[in-house]
T-cell receptor, first 117, second 112 residues
């Protein structure tokens, strides 16, 4: 079945540095990918919708300059957390839809645990 | 706006017990409905889905029926196993809308 690969699975960085998270669709092309942040007690927050070849669409309250999203190819989207701070520590998950239909299921990466010290 | 409400957890059951996790939704039109499962330390996986009223989605012994009249999509399993311990998310997507809307998730613990 469709596989979404997310890397790294865990990253620890110092406050003020930037971290890049990659999300790849391994056996399908994804014109749209979604980035989520998962908070304690498991609730998922959609951060942005990543569109291949165009600018990402950010949800209200998500800082575009802090969470840079690039979707340069049909199989790769990246999320860069710039000037990370401890409050950015979280579990970040990407996903992609297989197929063009609005109700095609999402396939998720295994997430990235970011810890900012 | 569109929303999904699911029962708060954690839900703790003994092995072989019957499971119900309630999910209700608010949406105009005819959304498609999903259940996703997240095992510890992993991303989410699709468990089952239903795209129109009265459809029943099923997978791995889990079932959920799309009830338009009660705007519900409750998840059920007749006999749970320890390996079913996970977080379960109910979700919907509206026609012609890219965004999938998730409930807050229900953590399930199954005791041996």
């Amino acid at each position: 079945g469709a596989v979404v690969s997310q890397h790294p699975s865990r990253v620890i960085c110092k406050s003020g540095t930037s971290v890049k998270i990659e999300c790849r669709s391994l056996d399908f092309q994804a014109t749209t990918m979604f980035w989520y942040r998962q908070f304690p007690k498991q609730s998922l927050m959609l951060m942005a919708t990543s569109n291949e070849g165009s600018k990402a669409t950010y949800e209200q309250g998500v800082e575009k300059d802090k969470f840079l999203i690039n979707h340069a190819s049909l199989t790769l989207s990246t999320l860069t957390v710039t000037s990370a701070h401890p409050e950015d520590s979280s579990f970040y998950i990407c996903s992609a839809r297989v197929g063009s239909s609005y109700n095609s299921p999402l396939h998720f990466g295994n997430g990235t645990r970011l810890t900012v010290t | 706006g569109n929303s999904v409400t699911q029962m708060e957890g954690p839900v703790t059951l003994s092995e072989e017990a019957f499971l119900t996790i309630n999910c209700t939704y608010t949406a105009t039109g005819y959304p498609s409905l999903f259940w996703y499962v997240q095992y510890p330390g992993e991303g989410l996986q699709l468990l089952l889905k239903a795209t129109k009223a009265d459809d029943k989605g099923s997978n791995k012994g889990f079932e959920a029926t799309y009830r338009k009249e009660t705007t519900s999509f409750h998840l059920e399993k007749g006999s749970v196993q320890v390996s079913d311990s996970a977080v379960y998310f109910c979700a919907l997507v509206k026609n012609r809308d890219d965004k999938i809307i998730f409930g807050k998730g229900t953590r399930l613990h199954i005791l041996p």
